[in-house]
Each structure stands twice: as structure tokens, then as C-alpha cells.
Nanobody, 121 residues
Framework: QVQLVESGGGLVQAGGSLRLSCAVS????????MAWFRQAPGQDREFVAG????????LYTQSVKGRFTISRDNAKNTLYLQMNSLEPEDTAVYCC??????????????WGQGTQVTVSS
């Protein structure tokens, strides 16, 4: 059974930084295209960042480009999201997700429960 468990969320002031982690168990991380999504209250879930199996060619939503960095350590079966220069608009529940398609197309197969990120102004 594949499980994804996020950690690293919390409360931070605007301009601060957080590093999210997503620990994967049950399968090898390199089997998946991995991504981070977020959902703010009253809003739809949105794609934040994604990365293929070897960490190359990361994708970011426009609003986080230059501030967030997605990375993965396949040896540790862990995905990361380094978030810098945080803004109140980044407040949301952040979830990691795994996709068996090599380029991340289609539906994501596995999801974590999420971790809350709150940015105060």
C-alpha cells in the first residue's frame, strides 16, 4: 500500500520560509512523477509544482516561480518543497501527490493528507 505523509507546515510571517517534506512508502519514489498541490479555503485545489522521476524539468505555477523550489531524494523516498519569500496568499493546505505517468499526465494515483501552511501579514 502506497502512503504519502507530508510534514513541515506551520505558521510563518510574510517574507519567511518553510520546507515541506513528503515521505513515500510502499513503492520506490522513482516510480512516480511527483507534485505539490494546495487548496485555500473556499478555493479549488491548484497545482503548485511538479518534477519527473530524476528531478529534471521542474514545473511551477506562475505565482510561485522564483520563490519555491521542488526537489526529490529518491534514495530517501522523499519529496521536498522549499518555500521562500512567503506571502499571505500562499496560505493553504499543501498536499503531495504521485503519478505513475512519466510526465505526470492524467489523474494522480496517490495523495497525502496535507499539511497546513499559514502566512501572516
Amino acid at each position: 500500500q502506497v502512503q504519502l505523509v507530508e510534514s513541515g507546515g506551520g505558521l510563518v510571517q510574510a517574507g519567511g520560509s518553510l520546507r515541506l517534506s513528503c515521505a513515500v512508502s510502499g513503492r520506490t519514489l522513482s516510480d512516480f512523477y511527483m507534485a505539490w498541490f494546495r487548496q485555500a479555503p473556499g478555493q479549488d485545489r491548484e497545482f503548485v509544482a511538479g518534477v519527473n522521476w530524476n528531478g529534471a524539468s521542474p514545473l511551477y505555477t506562475q505565482s510561485v516561480k522564483g520563490r519555491f523550489t521542488i526537489s526529490r531524494d529518491n534514495a530517501k523516498n522523499t519529496l521536498y518543497l522549499q518555500m521562500n519569500s512567503l506571502e499571505p496568499e500562499d496560505t493553504a493546505v499543501y498536499c503531495c501527490a504521485a503519478n505513475t505517468h512519466v510526465y505526470g499526465f492524467g489523474l494522480y494515483d496517490y495523495w497525502g493528507q496535507g499539511t497546513q501552511v499559514t502566512v501572516s501579514s
